[in-house]
Each structure stands twice: as C-alpha cells, then as structure tokens.
C-alpha cells in the first residue's frame, strides 16, 4: 500500500478553479491507478475521476465531464485533479485512493484500498 496526502482544497467562488494534488509516499507510484472521490454532508461517497497506472487511460463522472481533468506525475509521485468552472454542488470532501495494477480505472470505492485523509472543496454561489 501507498500513503496518500491531499492538498489543494480551499474556498471558492461559484465559476472558478482549483487543483487538487495527491502526494504519493514509495517507491512504486507508477504501478498504481489513482482515483478522486468525493463526500457531500449527508451524501455517500461518489466517483469523480480515475487514470490508471500507465496514464493511458482516465475516467470521469458525467457531473464533472468537460470541467475537470486529472493527470500525473510519476516524477513526483504526485496525481493532479484540476477542477474549472466549479459549482456549488462540487462542495464536498475530496479524496485521493490508489489501487494496484488496473489497467481500467474501477468506479467502485470497495475497489481501492489506500485511501487520503481529504481535503475540503467549498463553493460558494
């Protein structure tokens, strides 16, 4: 397993952006397809994008499609959410997971098994 630690999270106006980054701890970053999940109160966990281990293949949910974009930077251990045109509803906790060797990007939680502490993502209208 890999430690995992968010940052990036903060409070912003309804319109605008942010990047959300996941720092990797190990030696073995580059075998792991990483994941962004987020938490609303009262909501359950939800899929929000994916890339697999090799960076060839990425995913999205359909409330985030054309706003947000993941990458990373097996250089730095480091996996980026950078988040556009943001709205109230992306208010949530947002958390980074990793998964071992998938070439497929899993949509499931239960799927990935090193998980972030979070980061908060407010906007505001």
């Known amino acids: 397993q890999v430690q995992l630690v968010e940052s990036g999270g903060g409070l912003v106006q309804a319109g605008g952006s942010l990047r959300l980054s996941c720092a990797a701890t190990?030696?073995?970053?580059?075998?792991?397809?990483m994941g962004w999940f987020r938490q609303a109160p009262g909501k359950e966990r939800e899929f929000v994008s994916g890339?697999?281990?090799?960076?060839?293949?990425?995913s999205y949910a359909d409330s985030v499609k054309g706003r947000f974009t993941i990458s990373r930077d097996n250089g730095q251990n480091t996996v980026y959410l950078h988040m556009n045109s943001l709205k109230p509803e992306d208010t949530a906790v947002y958390y980074c997971?990793?998964?071992?060797?998938?070439?497929?990007?899993?949509?499931?939680?239960?799927?990935?098994?090193?998980w972030g502490q979070g980061t908060q993502v407010t906007v505001s209208s």
């Open positions: 997971a990793a998964v071992r060797l998938r070439l497929n990007v899993p949509l499931s939680s239960f799927l990935y098994d090193s």
């Open positions: 890339i697999n281990y090799g960076g060839t293949r990425t």
């Open positions: 190990g030696r073995t970053f580059s075998s792991y397809t």
